[in-house]
Structures are given as structure tokens and as C-alpha cells.
């Protein structure tokens, strides 16, 4: 299995800050790597497909970058709607699919 | 506007065979290019695939599960479904399903609303 660490498991910040979320795989997988955003009760959405291609419809103020075993999401400015928890997943070995363990933002 | 809906029974007992389906709208299940997918969320944790079906019928399991999962689609009504056998209580969970978009890269998008399968007697 390709194992996916995400840090922190949860972070408290404010509307206005920058916010960033590191993703590391257990061994390099290129920049096969996608982010989600989940709030409770809907569906995950994703935000960020290939390592750094922001999907349509998704705010600028969201970005993702890095390759091979270390990744990144930012959040430039947050917004209260941002305040959710965000997965990675890595579609590098498509026989098996793996997650992030996730990361929870919170309004601090 | 591609749209996915989960559908079935909110509780099972245990040994029981779990069985949902997730009807799709906007597009044929069968277009080359798009692929079907189940992830589950049990309480209090994260995102587990379980596997994921190609328009040839193809599936790929997690292997976790692999003994215990059955992916299928029917065409002819535009939905695919998911079977999980000798269900516990660590099977409860949300489960969500998801279209597969590859193009070179690949990425679930979009998801259903999920649904919760409990599992007790």
C-alpha cells in the first residue's frame, strides 16, 4: 500500500489567514495526488486534482503544489465557508486507492 | 450536470450482505472515460476506498475487502451497485459513491450525498 500522512490533524486559524497542509506518501508518486474538501453531511469535493490543478469552480485562493513524496495545500485568505476537513489521496496506484487520514479545520 | 445518488437499506444485520446502489444522472455509466467508485467513512474516521468499477465491468477491490466485495453495473438503468458480505459493525459506515474521471491523471469527482449503513441486530 502507498501510505498517505497528512499534517496536522487539526488546525485552528482565523478568516483572513494563510493556512497550509502538508500530505507525504510512503514512496514517490509523481504528482498523482488529489485534495477534498468534506464538511459533515455532504458530499467531499475536490479541490485539487494532479498535485496543483485547481478544478473548476473552486476559488483561487486555493492551491496545491509538490511531487514525488511531499505535497502541500494552501488556503492564501480563509473564509469561514473553508472551515472543513481536507483529505489527500493519491491515484498513483490505481488498484488501490488511498486517503490521507484527513485534516480538520476549525474557527478559531 | 452529472449528479450521483446512493440508495438502500440504513440498517443490516450482522452476517448480512449490505447492498447499495447509486444511480447516475447526466451521463451513461457506460461512456468511455468513466469509471465508478465506492468510499466508505465509518464514524470518526476517514475516507476508505473499497473499489471501483471500469465501463468494460473490469473492478478493482481493496484488497481489505476483496474477499467480501462485489461491484456491478446495470446499464439498462444507469446505476452501478455495491455488495459487501458477512457484514460486522466495523462496516458501519458512510458510504459514498463516485464517478472516476481519467484523463491521464485521475480523481473522484463528482461524489453522491453518501448514506449511512449502520450495522446491528
Known amino acids: 500500500d502507498i501510505q498517505m500522512t497528512q499534517s496536522p490533524s487539526s488546525l485552528s486559524a482565523s478568516v483572513g489567514d494563510r493556512v497550509t497542509i502538508t500530505c507525504r506518501a510512503s514512496q514517490s508518486i509523481s504528482t498523482y495526488l488529489n485534495w477534498y474538501q468534506h464538511k459533515p453531511g455532504k458530499a467531499p469535493k475536490l479541490l485539487i486534482y494532479a498535485a496543483s490543478s485547481l478544478q473548476s469552480g473552486v476559488p483561487s485562493r486555493f492551491s496545491g503544489s509538490g511531487s514525488g513524496t511531499d505535497f502541500t495545500l494552501t488556503i492564501s485568505s480563509l473564509q469561514l465557508e473553508d472551515f472543513a476537513t481536507y483529505y489527500c489521496q493519491q491515484s498513483y496506484r490505481t488498484s488501490l486507492y488511498t486517503f490521507g487520514q484527513g485534516t480538520k479545520l476549525e474557527i478559531k | 450536470q452529472l449528479q450521483l445518488q446512493e440508495s438502500g437499506p440504513g440498517l443490516v444485520k450482522p452476517s448480512e450482505t449490505l447492498s447499495l446502489t447509486c444511480t447516475v444522472s447526466g451521463v451513461s455509466i457506460s461512456t468511455l472515460g468513466h469509471y465508478w467508485g465506492w468510499i466508505r467513512q465509518p464514524p470518526g474516521k476517514g475516507l476508505e476506498w473499497i473499489g471501483t468499477v471500469y465501463h468494460s465491468g473490469t473492478t478493482y477491490y481493496n484488497p481489505s475487502l476483496k474477499s467480501r466485495v462485489t461491484l456491478s453495473l446495470d446499464t439498462s438503468k444507469n446505476h452501478f451497485s455495491l455488495r459487501l458480505s458477512s457484514v460486522t459493525a466495523a462496516d458501519t459506515a458512510v458510504y459514498y459513491c463516485?464517478?472516476?474521471?481519467?484523463?491521464?491523471?485521475?480523481?473522484?469527482?463528482?461524489w453522491g450525498q453518501g448514506t449511512l449503513v449502520t450495522v446491528s441486530s
Open positions: 463516485a464517478r472516476l474521471f481519467w484523463s491521464g491523471f485521475n480523481w473522484f469527482d463528482p
